[in-house]
């Protein structure tokens, strides 16, 4: 398992190849790897990051992809293939962020547009934490791990 994601009181247990849901003592799938791929005909690796929007489920991957899929699993969509981060996807105010290594891009989630903006970054990243308007970002140096302080605003 990589990580528990917590929407509307429903918790999804994210794993490298699907997302399940925790109802009581029951897990049960409910977004899986092999549905993604035959629904929009592109194969992936495995799963990395999910972040729940409005009750849509954005889905990065090991490879470099990002996947849509409508809360309820009737629409599924390639939103990124291999030209987007896969390091985090972090949602604020529906903007959602899309961090690599050393690269970050977004989408602007209420209008549904990706508008292929990247900011690179000198040095890779470990993890990234957006708070109120800033960005923090961990990096590994030669004397040992810096934290680092960006400006969404200017974004």
């Given at each position: ?85 896969k390091k985090a996807l972090i ?11 050393d690269t970050i891009t977004y ?47 200017n974004f």
């Open positions: 398992m990589i990580e528990v994601e917590e929407n509307n009181g429903i918790n999804y247990l994210i794993f490298q190849n699907r997302i399940s849901v925790l109802n009581e003592n029951n897990l049960n799938d409910y977004i899986l790897k092999d549905d993604i791929i035959d629904t929009t005909g592109v194969s992936f690796d495995s799963i990395k990051d999910v972040e729940i929007v409005n009750n849509d489920f954005y889905i990065s991957t090991t490879d470099y992809k990002l996947f849509y899929v409508k809360g309820n699993r009737s629409y599924y969509q390639v939103i990124g293939n291999g030209d987007v981060g949602n604020k105010e529906n903007i959602l962020y899309v961090f690599g290594e989408i602007d989630v209420e209008n549904k547009n990706f508008p292929g903006n990247y900011q690179r970054f000198e040095n890779g990243n470990i993890d990234y934490i957006i708070n109120s308007e800033n960005i923090y970002g961990i990096q590994r140096t030669l004397r040992g791990f810096e934290l680092w302080r960006g400006n969404l605003t």
